[in-house]
C-alpha cells in the first residue's frame, strides 16, 4: 500500500491520504489533542481540501496519542486576552467545522481513539459514523463547567439516541464507553484498540467504492430529512435519482450489472 503524506500545520494535524481515503489525526498528543484555533482553521482548510479533490471519497477523523480530542484548551483559554468579539469569532468557528464536517458530500468516520469529550464529541456526533475503540470514552461535560454544547448537538444526538438518551448525557456530563455507545446507537460499532483503524478504513474503504454522485446525494437527503415533510422529501428524492441517472457513474453500474462484474466509478 502506497501513502502519500502531507501536513499544512504539522503542529495541529497529521494528515494522510491512503488510495481514496484521507486520514486526518489531530496532532496535539501533549494537550490530549484539545482544540486551539489554529487547529479549527487547519482543519477547515483540510476539509476544504477534501471537498475539492475527486481521488478523496472518504475522510477518517482520529487523534495522535491517548485521545481523540478532549475539547476547549483549558489552559490557553485561561491565558487568552480576547475581546467578547474574538471570543464570538472562536465559538463561530467550532461551529464552522461541525457544519464543514455536515455539509462535506463525502463520508466522514469519527475513528474515536480515545477521550471523546466537549468539542471533541461535537465533531464525532457531526461525522457520518462513529467507531469507537472498547474503553475510548465519550461525553459532553459543559454543564460541569457552565457552559453550554454547541455544534448542532442538541439537534444531532436526539436524533440519533432518542430524546430520554440524549437528556441524560447532555444534562448529566456522563461519559460513555465505546461498548454502550454503540449499544445505544451512538456508535456504528466498536473495536479493541488496537483494530480500530483497520475497521475504520475498512468501513472507509467499502465508502470509496460506492458511487461520489449518490453518496453526495444522500448525505443531503438524510441529514436534512429530520425537518423535511414527507412530500417535500419525495420530491428531493426524485431530483436526486434523476441527477444520478445524468451521470457517466449511472450507466457504468448499469452496465458492470449486466456484466456481473464490480463497476469503476468515476465522479462524473
Known amino acids: 500500500m502506497t501513502q502519500a503524506s502531507s501536513s499544512p500545520s504539522p503542529e495541529t494535524l497529521n494528515i494522510i491520504h491512503t488510495g481514496g481515503v484521507l486520514e486526518i489525526r489531530f496532532n496535539r498528543p501533549h494537550r490530549l489533542n484539545a482544540v486551539v484555533e489554529t487547529l479549527y482553521t487547519d482543519l477547515l482548510a483540510a476539509l476544504a481540501s477534501a471537498e475539492a479533490d475527486d481521488d478523496i471519497r472518504a475522510v477518517i477523523l482520529t487523534g495522535e496519542g491517548r485521545a481523540f480530542c478532549v475539547g476547549a484548551d483549558m489552559k490557553e483559554?485561561?491565558?487568552?486576552?480576547?475581546?467578547?468579539?474574538?471570543?464570538?469569532?472562536?465559538?463561530q468557528l467550532g461551529n464552522d467545522v461541525c457544519e464543514a464536517i455536515l455539509r462535506l458530500r463525502k463520508p466522514v468516520i469519527a475513528a474515536v481513539n480515545g477521550y471523546a469529550l466537549g468539542a471533541g464529541a461535537e465533531m464525532a456526533v457531526s461525522c457520518d459514523f462513529i467507531v469507537m475503540a472498547d474503553?475510548?470514552?465519550?461525553?459532553?461535560?459543559?454543564?460541569s463547567i457552565g457552559t453550554c454544547v454547541g455544534g448542532g448537538v442538541s439537534k444531532l444526538l436526539p436524533q440519533l439516541v432518542g430524546l430520554n438518551m440524549a437528556?441524560?448525557?447532555l444534562f448529566t456530563g456522563r461519559?460513555?464507553?465505546?461498548?454502550?455507545?454503540?449499544?445505544?446507537?451512538?456508535?456504528?460499532s466498536s473495536w479493541p484498540q488496537d483494530s480500530l483503524l483497520n475497521e475504520a478504513h475498512r468501513l472507509a474503504g467499502d465508502l470509496a467504492k460506492q458511487a461520489p454522485v449518490s453518496i453526495a446525494m444522500l448525505k443531503r437527503l438524510v441529514?436534512?430529512?429530520?425537518?423535511?415533510?414527507?412530500?417535500?422529501?419525495?420530491?428531493?428524492?426524485?431530483?436526486?435519482?434523476?441527477?444520478?441517472?445524468?451521470?457517466?457513474?449511472?450507466?457504468?453500474?448499469?452496465?458492470?450489472?449486466?456484466?456481473?462484474?464490480?463497476?469503476?466509478?468515476?465522479?462524473?
Open 223 to 268: 441529514n436534512q430529512g429530520g425537518h423535511t415533510d414527507l412530500e417535500g422529501q419525495l420530491q428531493q428524492e426524485l431530483d436526486a435519482v434523476f441527477t444520478c441517472s445524468t451521470t457517466e457513474d449511472w450507466q457504468e453500474g448499469v452496465d458492470a450489472f449486466a456484466e456481473k462484474r464490480t463497476p469503476n466509478f468515476k465522479g462524473q
Open 167 to 169: 437528556r441524560q448525557l
Open 77 to 91: 483559554h485561561g491565558g487568552a486576552k480576547r475581546t467578547l468579539f474574538q471570543r464570538r469569532q472562536y465559538l
Open 135 to 143: 474503553e475510548a470514552q465519550i461525553g459532553f461535560p459543559e454543564t
Open 175 to 188: 461519559r460513555i464507553d465505546g461498548e454502550e455507545a454503540k449499544r445505544i446507537g451512538l456508535a456504528t
